[in-house]
C-alpha cells in the first residue's frame, strides 16, 4: 500500500513530486513580488530610494504634462487645474498665510 506521500509519483518512487517544486517557486515568486511592492509604495512615499526610480518619476511627470487633461482626471481621480486656477489659489494661499502671519503677530 502506497503512502500519501508517494500516491501522485506513480513509478516515480524516487525524487520529490513536481507539485511540491511549484508551490514553493510559487511561494516564493509571491514573496518577491510583495517585497517588490513594498518597496515602490515607499519609494513613492520617498521613505527609501532606487536607483533611477527620480528619473522615472520625472519622466512620467513630464509625460503628464502632454496628456489631455481628461485623461490625467480620469486616471489619478485629481482635477486638473488651468493656470488661471492655480494662479488664484496660490494668490488665496498668500493672502490666508498673510492673514494668519497678522492674527499670529
Known amino acids: 500500500m502506497a503512502t500519501p506521500e508517494e500516491e501522485g509519483l506513480k513509478g516515480n518512487k524516487k525524487g520529490r513530486p513536481i507539485w511540491t517544486f511549484i508551490k514553493n517557486a510559487s511561494l516564493a515568486m509571491t514573496v518577491l513580488m510583495f517585497i517588490f511592492t513594498t518597496v515602490l509604495i515607499l519609494d513613492a512615499y520617498k521613505f527609501v530610494t532606487i536607483r533611477h526610480a527620480k528619473f522615472a518619476r520625472n519622466k512620467l511627470l513630464s509625460t503628464l504634462r502632454h ?38 503677530t
Open 67 to 104: 496628456m489631455d487633461p481628461s485623461l490625467i482626471e480620469s486616471h489619478t481621480g485629481l482635477k486638473v487645474l488651468t493656470t488661471e486656477e492655480y494662479e488664484s489659489l496660490q494668490s488665496n494661499l498668500e493672502k490666508a498665510r498673510s492673514d494668519i502671519r497678522e492674527v499670529n
